[in-house]
C-alpha cells in the first residue's frame, strides 16, 4: 500500500505545463479518466438528482432550487472544465489549479467565488491521495475530484433524506458538509496505519525482523505525506472560521471551526505517530544492537571454551622422541591421559564461572528484547 | 501499566460516528457505563447533596441555591445526555464533544455556557485518562466523566466542610476548584514516572539489561500523550485567566493565573523527562555498544593468546621422518620438549605486555558503565 | 553532477571585494564570460528584438515601445555594466550586488526601480546555480545572468507569438513572467533529485551498498542549497504579492500570487526530500548494521560448529603410549573409529538445534532488508 | 555533585498540598529548617542591622529608614511567615508560593508589591539550587529562601561601606541588587561546568573511558535543570526592563536592562555547553566504534596469520601409511621439513603484504583517537 | 587553530567583578596589553592622524574639523578609559561593558551616543576573536579593542587617500565602515572553515582516519562560537537599519541595510556549515560501521576457509589402532592423501561459491566508501 501512496505522491508533483508555460492554461492530463458529471439541487421541500447535465439544465436548476452541487469526478476532458469556467466565471487561474492535480490545500477567495483545495484520501485495498477542489458561489457548489469513487456518499444520503437539516441550509453549509466528510475521512486511515504501528512495536519487542525497518521507513513516508497536506488544510479551515468571507455566515463558521478542531486533531495524531515511528526505529537500532551483543557472546562462548582445550589436547599431539630424557615424559606416566581430562575439566569450570562473574550464564538467556 | 495508557490513548480516537455524518448527532457508546448522576447544592449557609435527581428536582435546586453541581459519571445514556442537553440549553455540537471522548482539551464559549475539555489523569493500579467536560452557566457548573471515580473528592469535602471559603463564592469558583483538580492530579502521575525514570537511570549506570530500553520507550511514550494533551489545557487556561469572559470575574481570574502557572510547570517538567528519556536512550545505547567492545575484547584475548601456541604444538605434531635430514631434527634433542614451552611462555608473555600496553589488562575490569 | 552544483555553490561565496572597501565599487571578475546584450521591445501590435544594441539604440526603443527587455548575459565587462546603471540610474548598491554573485534572492525598492534578485537552476548535463538580477522600472525590465543560455526561451516564445497576451500587459507582467520561468525551472531539477532518491531507497531494500550514503549525502547537500535560496525567495514573492509596491498593479499581484504558491511547493518539496534522505540514512545504517549481524552469525555459525569437531579430533591426535593402563584404551577398541563419527554428528546435530531454537536458520536466509 | 543537584531538582516537585486543596493554604515543610530573620534598614547617613526583630520593630524601623531589607531564610514556621504576610499585606497565593518551593521564576504583580520568585544556585561542596522568592514594596524588600547561606554577602558589604551609592537609592535598586547578585551567581557554576566539560573533552580525545558518557550525562541533566530555570527568569528581567511597573522608576529599569543582558549570556552559555555536551557524545560513540575496530583488527591480524598456518601443519600431522603410494610422499624427502617454514613464510609475508595494502599495518599504530 | 580560539571564547566568560559587586565598576584586566590610542580627524579636505593624543588635543581636534575618530587598542589602563569616558560623558555600565570583554554584540541607546558592541574576527596564524567597542556621538566615533592589530586599516586607507566619499560623510557613516569592516571579516574565516570542511569530506570519502571526527569537531565549536555572536549582531544591524536613531540619516541607514544583507548571508553560510559538519559526521560513523564490516568479513571469510580444512586433516592425525576393525581404514587406503586433497578443494570451493552467492567476493574489494 505505502508504496503506492508514496509513488502517487510523487507522481503529483509532475507538471503538465512547461517552466514558463503562459499562466492560466488548461491543459488536460491524457491519461486523465473522462469526467462523470453529477448534479443534486435541492431547497426546502425540493430535491433533484441527475447525471451529466447539459450546462442549459444546469442554469435551469440553479432558477429553481436555492442550492445546486454539481460533481465532476474525472479531469480528463479540457473543454468541458473550461464551459463549466465560463459558466460560472471561474478565475483562469483557479481553472489551472483544478487539472494541476498537484497543489497544496489553499483557500483563494475570487471575486465570485471561494476556491478551496483540499486533499481527498480513500482506502479502498490501498490509500489514495487525489486533489479535490471546490468552488462555492452565489447558490452553487462545484466540486472537482480526479476519479469516480469519493468520500461524498454519507453527505448525499443525508440530502436524499427528507429529514436531514441540510435542507434548510445554504450553498455554504454545504460546503462544509463537503469539506467535513474530506478531512474526516483521514481518521480511519489514520486508525489504521496507528495499528500497523502497534504491531509493529510488538513484533520488535517480541522478534524483531530486519524487514520491519523498512515498513515503519513506510509508514513515516505516508505520515510525511499527510502532514504535509494537512498543515495548510489546517490553516484554510482556521481561515473559515475566523475571517469575514462573502457567503459564509456566523451560523456556518460555527461548523468550520469544528472542522478546524478536526483538522488539530489529525495533525495531533499525525505528531504523536511521527515520534512514534522515530521512536520505534531507536528500539529497533537497540534490538539489533542487543542481538549482535548476544551473537557475539555465543561465539566468544564457543572460542573461549574450546581454544585452550584444542591448545591443551595439541601439547600431547608432539611427537618428541619421548626415549629422550625431558622429552614429554608425562605420556609414559600410566593414567595421563586421565589426568588430562581432568585439568581440561578444570579449565572448563574456570571459564563457565568467569562468563557466570560476567553475568553471559546463569541468568535465563535473554535473546531480542523479550 | 504503560501499556494500558497507551492503548487507552489509541482507543480514544476511535469515533463513533463515521466520516460525514450530520454533526451534533449524540450517540452513545454502547460499551460506556450508564451514568450515575450525582448533584451538590450550596450556598453561604446550605448544602444540599443528592444523587439521581430529576430535571425537576435539579431546576428546584437551581431555584434555592446559588451554586448548583451536577455531576455525571458514565456516559452510556444517550437520552439522559440530551435532556441535560435540553434542560441547560447545551449546543448541539458541545453535546457531541461530550461523547465523543477523544477530544483535546479546549474552551469554547457559547451563548449560555462556557464549555471546557480537559482530560483527567488518575493513578490507582494504573494510569488511566479520560476526558472531563465541564460546563459553567449562570449559577451551576455541569460536569460529564467517563466513569465513576474521579480526582474531585478533595474538592467534595471542601464543599461539605462548613470551614471552607468556597461557599460564599460563585458558580465560576466551582469550576476553578474542579479543574484545577484535574490538573494537579497530573504531578503525582508525573513524580511517579519521575522515580521510573530515576531507577531506570540507576539501571543503566549499574546494570544495564535489554528490556531496559523498552521501558523507557513506554515512558516515553506516556510522556507524549501527556504533552499532547497538556499543551492545549494550557492554552485553555491562559485564555481563562487573560480573557475577559462571561461568568468569570477579576477574582477568579486571579486563581485561573495559577491554573495556568501549574501547566507550565507540568509542561516544564514532561520536557525535562523527555529530554532525560532521550539522554537515557543514548546512554543505553553507549553501554550496549561499550558491553560489546568489552565482550570483544575477551574474545580477542583468548584467540591471541591461543592461536599462537596451538600453531606451535600443531608444528611438532608433523609426522616428517626424522631419520632423514633437515626433517625436525629438534624432536630428537633432550630436553627440547622444555624448550617448546619456554618458547610459549615468551609468545604468551609478549601477548599479554601488548595488552597491557593497549590498555586491555592492568587497570582493574571495568564492565558496563561502572 | 552533484559535485560540481555544490562547488559551484561554496564558489559564490568567494567575495571579489576586500573586506573593508568602498561599498558600491563594481569590480568584474576577470574570469567571467564578456557580456552578450539582447533586448527586446513590444506593445500592442509591435515587436521588436536586437542583439548587443547601443545605449542610445536603447532609449530610442523605450521611446516607441511600452516595454522593453534588456538581458545581459555575462558579467565580465564591468565597464558596461556601469554604462547601463548610469543610463537607468540604477543605485550603486544594487549594482554592486550585479557583479557579487553571491547573493541572497531579495526584493529591495529603489526611488526609480524594484530590485529583485533570484538563483536561477539549469539542468544541462549538470545542475547549475547562477544568479539573476532583475530591475523593474517604468516601461523596462532589465536582467543580468551569470552566463549565456538560460530559461527564458519560453518566455521569448510566448513574446515573439503575437497571440499571447503578455503584449497587452505592462512591464511588470513581464518581470512576473521571468521570475515564474526562473522559479519554475526548480521542479524539473527537484524531479530529477526526487527520482535519484527513488533509487537509492529501492538499492538501500534490495542491495545496499558503501557508496549510497555518499549519494544520499550529495542529494542532501544540493538540497541544503536549494533550500538556502528558496526560503528568501519565497519571502520576496510574498512581499510582491502582499505590498502595494510601485509599478506592480492588483493584476499582476495576483499573479504573484501563483509564483509565491509555487515557491511554498518547492519548499515543501524539498523539506519532504530533506527528512526522506534523512530517513535513508537511517534505513542504510540499519541495514549496514543488519549486514553485520548477518556477518557475524556466519562466523558464528562456522566457528560453533568446528571447535568441537576439532577439539574432539585432537584428543585423539594426542600420543600417550596405550600400552600402560588409562591411557586412551578407546584407541585399540574396535570400532571406535565409527564412534568418534558418532559422537561428532550428534554434536553437531545438537549445535544446529541450538540454531534454529535461536531463529538463525531454519527459516529462509534473510540477506540485507529483504 | 550533579546527582545532588538533579536529586534537589527533582524533590523540589514534591508538593505539600495535595491536589483539589484549598489554594492559599500555607503549611510548612516539618523538614525545612526553622527561620532567622535578618534586617538591614538605611538611608542616605543611617544604617541599622539586627537579627530577629518583632514585628514591631520592624514597622518601627520602616517609619525611620527609607529603606527596609527584611531577610528570612529557613521556612520552617508556617505561623511566622503568616504573620509577615498580613504586617506587609501579601496575597495568599504569593504567601504559598513561597513555601510551596517548586515554583518557577516569576513576576508578579499585586496591589502593593511585586514578587519576584527566581532560584538561587550556591556552589559550596556541591551544586545547591534553592528558591528565593522577593516582595518590592513601599519601602521595603522582602526575601525568603530555604536555607541560611546566600548570595548576597557582596550587596550586604556594599550597604554597610558607606561610600556604596546603594545608600541614596530606593527600595527598588536594592531588589535589582540582590536579583542580580542571584543572577550573577550562575556564572561560576557555569564556569566549573565548562571546566568540566573541556577535561572530558581531552579525555575522549585522548583516552577514552566507559565512564565518560556517564559524566557527560551528568553535566547535562545539570544544565537541563539550569535552563528550565534560566529561560522564565529572562522573562522576568526582561519584563522588569520593559514595562512600566509601579515602584521601579526609569532609572532603575535600566540597571534591570543589565540582568537582562546577563541572563541572556547565562542563556547563550548555557546552550553552547548542550550542545557542546550533545557534539560531546557524538564523539565519545564515534571514539567506541573506532576501539571496536581496533579490537576487530587485532583479532583479525591473528586469525588470519594463524589459521593458515595451522592448516598447514595440521596436514603433515595426518597419519597417512606412507608406505603406500600417493599418500604424504613429502614426509619421506630429506629437508621437506624445511620446506614448509618456507611456504609458512611466504603464506605470512603474503598475508602482512594484504594487511599493508588494507591500511591496516605499516603506519603508526592508531589506538583511539590520538 | 581551534583549541585557540574556543579556548579564548570560554574565557571570555570569566568576570573580573565578582557576583554582586556594585555595577558600573570600570576594573582593568591586569593582564590586558596597555592601551595604544590614534586618532584620525578628518572633513572635506582635511585630515590628521596622531598617536597618543592628550585629552585637550582630542578636544581641539573635535573643534577643528567635522569627524573625529578616537581608536584604543588594549584595556589595560583602567584611569585612561575612565578619563576618555569623562571626556565624552560616557555611561558608566557602558564603560564597563567596555573592559568586560565578554559582551554579546548588542546596540544601546544612551543620552548623547549610541554604544555598539560587536566581535571581531582575525586570522592570522591562528583566528582571535576579541571584543570591539564604538560609541558613536556628535562627530566623534570612539573604538575599543583588547589588542593591537585590527580589521580597521582598509577603513584607514580609505580615510588617508583623498578620493574616497568618506571625507564628505558623517560620524555615522564612518561607524558604518567600521562595522562593515568587521563583519566583513569573518567571511575569509568562514572559506578557511569552508574548505576545510571540504578537505575532511574528501577524506572521509577517500580514506576515513580516526582522527577526522575530532576535527569535524573542532569546526563545529567554532561554528557554534561565531553563530553565537552573530544572530545578535544581525539584530544590531537590523535596528540599525530599520530604526529612527538618533545621529543616523536615511542616507546612511540605507548602508546599514547591506551590513544587515552581510550578517543574514553569514549566518547562512553558518548554518549550512553547521548541517555539513553533522552530515559529514554522520557520513564518517557509517564509514568506520562499514570498515567495521569489512574487517569482520575478512575474518569470517579466513575462519570459514580455514575451519573445515583443519577439521578434516584433524581428523587423520587420529591415531587409532588401524590394525582393529572399523579404526581409519582410510589411512591405509593408497593415494587417499590425494583423495582427501580433494575433498578439501571441493569443501574450499563450496565456500567460495558460498561468498560469492553471499556478494562477498567477485566483485571488485571496495574498502571504505570509495
Known amino acids: 500500500m505505502s508504496r503506492r501512496l508514496s509513488r502517487a505522491a510523487r507522481r503529483e508533483f509532475k507538471r503538465r505545463t512547461p517552466p514558463g508555460a503562459s499562466p492560466g492554461l488548461v491543459v488536460a492530463d491524457p491519461t486523465a479518466p473522462p469526467p462523470q458529471v453529477s448534479v443534486m439541487a435541492y431547497g426546502q421541500n425540493t430535491l433533484v438528482e441527475e447525471a451529466n447535465p447539459t450546462l442549459a439544465r444546469i442554469a435551469e436548476l440553479q432558477k429553481a432550487h436555492p442550492v445546486v452541487w454539481i460533481h465532476v469526478a474525472g479531469l480528463g476532458d479540457a473543454k468541458l472544465i473550461r464551459d463549466l469556467g465560463e459558466h460560472f466565471h471561474l478565475h483562469p487561474l483557479a481553472l489551472e489549479d483544478v487539472v494541476h492535480v498537484h497543489q497544496r490545500p489553499k483557500l483563494e477567495p475570487y471575486a465570485e467565488q471561494l476556491f478551496i483545495v483540499a486533499r481527498m484520501v480513500t482506502l479502498a485495498d490501498a490509500i489514495r491521495s487525489e486533489q479535490m477542489a471546490l468552488f462555492l458561489g452565489e447558490g452553487y457548489v462545484l466540486t472537482f475530484v480526479e476519479d469516480p469513487g469519493d468520500v461524498f456518499d454519507p453527505v448525499r444520503q443525508r440530502i436524499r433524506s427528507a429529514s436531514g437539516k ?7 453549509y454545504l460546503s462544509y458538509a463537503l469539506l467535513d466528510a474530506v478531512i474526516d475521512a483521514h481518521f480511519p486511515v489514520l486508525e489504521e496505519l ?6 509493529l512495536e ?12 523498512a515498513k515503519i521507513h513506510d509508514i513515516k513516508r505516508e505520515m510525511r505525506v499527510m502532514r504535509r497536506e494537512m498543515w495548510p488544510l489546517r490553516e484554510v ?5 475566523r475571517e469575514q468571507l462573502d457567503g459564509i455566515d456566523d451560523d456556518v463558521r460555527l461548523f468550520y471551526r469544528d472542522c478546524y478542531d478536526h483538522t488539530v486533531q489529525i495533525i495531533d495524531l499525525i505528531e504523536t505517530y511521527r515520534e512514534l515511528g522515530a521512536d520505534l526505529t531507536d528500539l529497533f537500532l537497540s534490538s539489533q544492537s542487543n542481538r549482535l551483543n548476544e551473537i557475539m557472546k555465543v561465539l566468544t562462548f564457543i572460542a573461549t571454551l574450546f581454544m585452550p ?9 608432539m611427537n618428541f622422541n619421548t626415549e629422550l630424557p625431558g622429552n614429554m615424559p608425562e605420556l609414559n606416566i600410566p593414567y595421563a591421559y586421565v589426568g588430562v581430562w581432568v585439568v581440561m575439566i578444570v579449565v572448563t569450570l574456570s571459564m563457565l564461572w568467569f562468563f ?5 550464564i546463569g541468568r535465563k538467556a535473554r535473546i531480542g528484547l523479550k
Do not use: K, N
Not at 479551515?237 to 472560521?241: T, Y
Open 356 to 360: 557466570y562473574r560476567q553475568g553471559w
Open 309 to 317: 582445550l584444542s591448545f591443551i589436547v595439541g601439547i600431547y599431539g
Open 166 to 172: 441540510i435542507h434548510a441550509r445554504p450553498a455554504a
Open 194 to 199: 496507528g495499528e500497523r504501528l502497534e504491531v
Open 237 to 241: 479551515c482556521g481561515r473559515l472560521s
Open 202 to 213: 510488538d513484533m520488535i519487542v517480541l522478534q524483531p525482523e530486519p524487514t520491519t525497518i
